[in-house]
């Protein structure tokens, strides 16, 4: 009888199929091996792209005369160092005994081009080869995974679709990272004083860096207004409260010029004369017009994919997304959570059925107290199925990221920082089985003189999920729980009890006493930089950053770069002295470098930067991975692209025009260039 051969992406991963499979077999040099099973892992990529001197030698000195570079085959090698397990694994591959070999490398589209490139390089010939899918390292998630493996043909699509994203990004690298260079490098160099400088770009890199170094300069050009409101101050039973007067209709000053927006005044003075004809009644009184009360509902969020948690853990670790990623990458390694590198926010109809078992064995779990056993009481994982949490249609490779229940017999091995992301984990992941948090909210309108003021009130009366939110390194009162509820109205103002009380009696038509009328001066805010998180959700988002978690699913799969790549993509970034990543608070802004890398690509490659473009390659990628497209189909856009954009580079020369545009950034960074102060040549 023929051996089953179990392939897997780490040798770490590979351990936990061999313990499955109770495969207690002597160890070998690079695998595993009992009477009916081969156990082997890869060490991430051992097959890469040749660099294009591999085709011709004459590829080796960049020239315009052999751009566009656009082979008709492409050619692949192994990687030096890891030459003798790519060895081993094609022997296994291919020994006569093997008759069935399991896939196992990680579940997404760079595992299947991980192996399928060791595939095609080892000729493997003749073998069934089945596709283990899994989203979590649990015994009995592998032991499902591998009893429903489907034949690897079913995964063509998807593999085909990693091969075109390899292409495109070794196309787009190569060639437009070598015509830019050799039209504009010396510039570059120049100006800086710096030896030769390459300028590297890339599809979605490029894309990220117009990003951070367009909103910069928004916030450079950003000139702040000053705007002047006016409140009053209403008494009522020995409470205070603010009312904010607004422009409505009615309103002396409504459309007015005088107003900055319909809340506030450009000048001090209008402002000023609106209090002076007030106060021209005295006692000074103001008349309910308007009161309604109401209950939200506020929802517990939906469970974390990878760009939300890295969002998450960017503001309250101030931990890159790649450390994230990296944390994360560890704790499903540890059985601890299902599969970090997923895009959806949902769960599986299938796994919702079971979901039950990830409560029950989140009860020996310490840091949540009582909350899984409370859970398990209340039964609502009974109908969760039904619940916007759990959405087949929303899910492509893996569901969301969530507790599997397991492995927390090694959670104390674990640096602080990974146990405090496990819990974040397990708290978003409970939040979902629990009622809303339920807000009384007051409305108030009061009237002056046909003028309008405006009072909002919001207090929390049932905490509902906010309960079990508050990770225990952060605890607060129910009443401040909002770092999972999103953020405040800023238009309505929490109070006590009391006053709330108060405000529940009032009828319209009530008279109040107004203790004073006053003036509060505001300035507009530039725009925020980004951080390394939310920055991480503006490329999910094709380069908006969209808070409001309903925009983002409307607008899901449009985003820049995958769950996989972008954390990577940042850091490249910052390693090649492009972006500059503060540590500390994980602010994200361009260096002088990047900047200049900036206009050149937006003098002479502009669609690069286009967010929107960026994503539709993306887009494209999914089409192909659907069975949408086919391969040739993208294949002819994408050399068609190539071939005009650097034809194009070709033949621009804005070297005296860049100059300009150098000088321009420069001048926001102490110390300018050698070659600029002393007047050198660009």
Known sequence: MGKSLYIAEKPSVAQEFAKALKINGQRKDG??????????????????MSYPEKYDIKYKRWSLDTLPFLPREFKYEVI?????????????????????????TDSGREGEYIYRLVAQMAGVKDKEQR????????????????????????????????????????????????????????NVSNYLNSKYQAISVGRVMTCVLGMVVRREREIRSFVKTPFYRVLSSIALEGEHFDGEWRAVEGSRYFQSPYLYKENGFKEKKHAEELIRMLESEQPLSCRVEKVERKKENKNP????????????????????????????????????????????????????????KNISGLRRYLMIDNAADEILQMGSYKTIAKTRYVNDKQITDHYAIIPTGQGLNVLKSLSQTSQRVYETIVRRFLCIFCPPAVYQKVSLVTEMQKEKFFSGFKVLQEEGYLKYATNSFARKSAADRSQESGKEDSEEASCDVQLLNALQRLKKNDILTVDALNIKEGETSPPKRYNSGSMILAMENAGQLIEDEELRAQIKGSGIGTSATRAEILKKLVS?????????????????????????????IRQLLNPELTASWEKGLTYVAEGSITSQEYMDKLEHFVRVRTAQVEQSNYQYALRQFFDAAAANYKSKPMASRRGGKS
């Open 31 to 48: 695998y595993l091996e009992s009477e009916d099973s081969v156990v082997t892992w890869c060490v991430g990529h051992l097959v890469t």
């Open 80 to 104: 030096p160092g890891v030459q003798k397990q790519f060895n081993i694994v094609k022997g296994l591959l291919n020994r006569p005994d093997v008759e069935t070999i399991y896939v196992c």
């Open 131 to 186: 596709r283990v899918w899994i989203d979590s390292q649990t015994e009995e998630e592998i032991l499902r995974g591998i009893r429903e493996a489907k034949e690897l043909s079913v995964y063509d699509n998807l593999a085909d679709s990693a091969y075109l994203r390899a292409k495109e990004d070794y196309l787009m690298g190569i060639n437009f990272s070598r015509v830019l260079t050799l039209r504009y490098g010396n």
């Open 301 to 356: 969020p939906l469970l974390f994919n990878l760009a939300e948690l890295q969002n998450v853990c960017s503001k309250l670790f101030k931990i890159s997304p790649d450390e994230t990623l990296r944390i994360t990458q560890e704790l499903y390694e540890k059985k601890l959570v299902t599969y970090p590198r997923t895009d959806a926010r949902v769960l599986s109809s299938a796994v919702a059925k079971e979901i039950y």
């Open 576 to 604: 090649i002295k492009y972006l500059s990543l503060n540590k500390k608070t994980q602010v994200i802004i361009p260096t002088l470098l990047g900047e200049m890398i900036f206009d050149v690509v937006n003098c002479s």
